[in-house]
């Protein structure tokens, strides 16, 4: 039962690292909001799912119940967040990379 904590932590990890290097290296804001919500939503998903089964394993009900409950929270909360902070950069005029082949948002705006 301990590998498979650990195989979730180092998962969670993983995600975070390569999350946090996306972030440095996008060209722009909206790339970096993608990667800065796969950081929220696979390394900390990961992790907490980790907690959760190590909470349930040392037999600390609250533990698993709690990271449940958290976890839950950021699937519902984490899209919603990061449409709203898209649509804040779009409207601020938040300059795209020149290599960004579409503008959906933009187009559908001229439409109205």
């Not at 975070?16 to 390394?43: E, K, W, Y």
């Not at 290599?99 to 948002?105: A, G, L």
Request: aromatic residues 10%; positive net charge; glycine residues 8%.
């Amino acid at each position: 039962m301990r590998v498979l904590i650990d195989i979730f932590f180092i998962l969670g990890i993983f995600f975070i690292f390569a999350g946090v290097v996306g972030m440095i290296r996008m060209p722009d804001t909206f790339c970096r909001l993608q990667s800065s919500t796969n950081i929220v939503t696979m390394g900390g998903l990961s992790i907490l799912i980790g907690t959760s089964i190590y909470g349930f394993y040392i037999g600390n009900n609250s533990i698993g119940i709690k990271s449940i409950v958290i976890a839950v929270f950021i699937l519902l909360t984490n899209p919603a967040a990061s449409h709203a902070m898209a649509k804040a950069a779009y409207k601020s005029k938040a300059e795209m990379n020149e290599k960004s082949v579409c503008d959906e948002y933009g187009r559908d705006k001229q439409n109205e």
